[in-house]
């Protein structure tokens, strides 16, 4: 079926009564008149200095971090350089300080490593669940930068390794899993301190985490057994029943946050 269509042509220009484009009605925008340019932002003002850093706008803010001269040189410290063993299950290996990080690179694939600087916040996921005889388990190695100098090379120098560690044991009749972080030791009140959270990772969740603890690390030097370290009140204690709650009936992994104080 055929049908007529009426093409209308929508004026863009402003016509004149008789219909004729007039241009000169066009009034061109008020600000094209001015011919003054508008006067140069001061660039100071784009620029701040900030703990000696110079930022420009939109401001950087920089955390305060120590300059290199302020680290102390391990050989200035307390920090123990006796050897030990690895705390990994049942490795066993006699390690020294200098090539802990190097050994859990190459002879424990499976463990994570990680840089971190103190005040810095670190999240691992964790499968809490493993068959007995494997205890204790190693799962994430933190190289943790801004402690010391002279200690190490390539891309482990300058840091100290802490481990995070986790074991079960018994505890009035309850199976419970024990979480710790093992390191270097400096003695006495400059042994490294750190908060450890726990909690299901579940990004909905309302409350960030379910348990938490906060204390000084165990001694590489130091018994890694489960029963000794939660006497000692070093690490955090989860029963088996909760364990379960937070990881959806043992369908996800343990989240677990560790930071590191100065
Ligand atoms: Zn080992």
Redesign the pocket.
Known sequence: MARNYEITRIPTIPEGPDGSECLEDTQPPSELFRSIASPPIDASLLKATIDGHECRLPFEVLQRTPTYATIPHLDETSISRQPFQ?P?GH?Q?LCCLFMFAT??TF??KDVLVEMLWPDETNTVLVDPHAPDGEDPRCHKLYLVSGKIRGLGDGKHRDKLPFALMSSKFTLNGTRCLLLWITGPDAGGSLRQRYTMEAGRNDPSRLLPYAVAFSGEIVPLHDSQDADVIHRAGAGLVIPEQQLHFLTHNRTKLLEVCVHFYR
């Open positions: 690895c990994a490795c290996q050994h859990v002879d424990h």
